[in-house]
């Protein structure tokens, strides 16, 4: 039904415009505890082989949704009621802005990707921290990804993802610092790793400051050298962070100006998460993003490391129930194969 939907309405409309209307929708279905609660009985993970912890937070299941779909954490409850393991909101910046220019949202479907040169258009921190104090209706694991502000400095970004944190560390499950974009001007810059110490360092205190010492990721894009992989992983193991995610859009590609997701980033994405797994083994959790489609992309990622996958540009092709569909298809794999728990299953093909 929703592939037929896609074929006939929805490819042939703006992208923004239909993002826009669904982000409405699912806040809208956030704010109905009933309707809510329902979905999330039925659709949400329940199966107890599908639980998995990481940095001491416990996931219902390991497939989430990536950063980028809701911005400033409108509708993450009615996300999770859709079935997400955990849904991770912004890119949230310290100061409101608006993003680059329209068009700005462009979908590639012969190859099922998307092109964004969104710019982190968002409302700001104080916005977002304001949704993420109320009362939660349904359980939902939420981690917030925060940027820089565009007309910030470089040389003023640590200050500026401090600001960031401060408002939103307190509230998120766990915090990503996100340096890999290519739609902020010399936000990439940022990964090189005399410039992501300092950033880090600070963002870092912060976290550690809070109640319950927030989890702190740094996401990356497929596009650094593999030397340059190296040289994060070994810089997230040197100051204690949890974790990397892996990858953001890539760059390289032939289409409008912007980053690129979906099922040409899959390779990419797997490459540079099978050479983390081979840096830093398990004293980091890995979160892999790029090209996931299908639950044979979730299993594929487990097994070379991954102990949580996310997912966007999947869900746009594979419409509302992807999630579900993908927890249930993975439960079933998992005792087809005579295991009791995706733990089994992580890192099964990584070199020891």
């Known amino acids: 039904m929703y592939r037929l939907l896609f074929t006939l309405v929805l490819r042939r409309l703006d992208a923004e415009a239909v993002h826009h209307l669904t982000v409405r ?56 009621a859709f079935g997400f393991g955990h849904v991770e909101v912004g890119t949230i910046t310290a100061h409101a802005q608006p993003g680059n220019p329209r068009p700005r949202l462009f979908r590639v479907v012969g190859k099922r990707a998307v092109i964004n040169r969104m710019g982190f258009n968002n409302a700001g921190a104080e916005a977002a921290a304001r949704r993420l104090r109320r009362t939660r209706g349904v359980p939902v694991v939420v981690g917030v990804n925060i940027g820089k502000t565009k007309v910030v400095p470089e040389a003023e970004a640590a200050a500026d993802y401090v600001a960031s944190a401060k408002e939103l560390a307190p509230l998120a499950d766990y915090l990503v610092v996100n340096v890999s974009s290519p739609n902020t001007p010399g936000l990439r810059n940022l990964q090189a790793v005399e410039l992501l110490r300092p950033l880090l360092t600070s963002v870092k205190e912060v976290a550690d400051s809070t109640p319950r010492r927030t989890p702190l990721l740094v996401k990356i894009a497929p596009d650094l050298a593999d030397e340059d992989v190296d040289a994060v992983a070994d810089l997230a193991l040197e100051l204690g962070l949890d974790g990397i995610i892996a990858t953001n859009t890539t760059i390289r590609h032939g289409g409008e100006t912007g980053g690129l997701s979906g099922r040409p980033l899959k390779g ?7 050479r983390l797994r081979a840096r830093v083994g398990d004293r980091l959790t890995l979160v892999s993003v790029g090209g996931v ?11 070379a490391g991954a102990t949580l996958v996310q997912g966007y540009t999947g869900m746009i092709y594979g419409g509302p129930l992807w999630a579900a569909t993908i927890h249930r298809q993975l439960a079933r794999r998992l005792k087809r194969h005579g295991l009791t728990s995706v733990r089994d299953l992580i890192g099964r093909t990584a070199p020891r």
């Open 25 to 80: 929708a699912l806040a809208v279905l956030s704010a109905l505890p009933l309707l809510k609660r329902l979905l999330h009985r039925a659709l949400a993970p329940r199966d107890e082989a599908l639980r998995v912890s990481a940095f001491g937070v416990h996931f219902p299941g390991p497939l989430g949704l990536a950063a980028g779909f809701d911005k400033d954490a409108a509708c993450a409850e009615a996300l999770s």
């Open 268 to 274: 990419r994405s797997l490459e540079v998460l099978r």
């Open 293 to 303: 489609e299908d639950v044979d992309d979730v299993w594929e990622r487990l097994l």
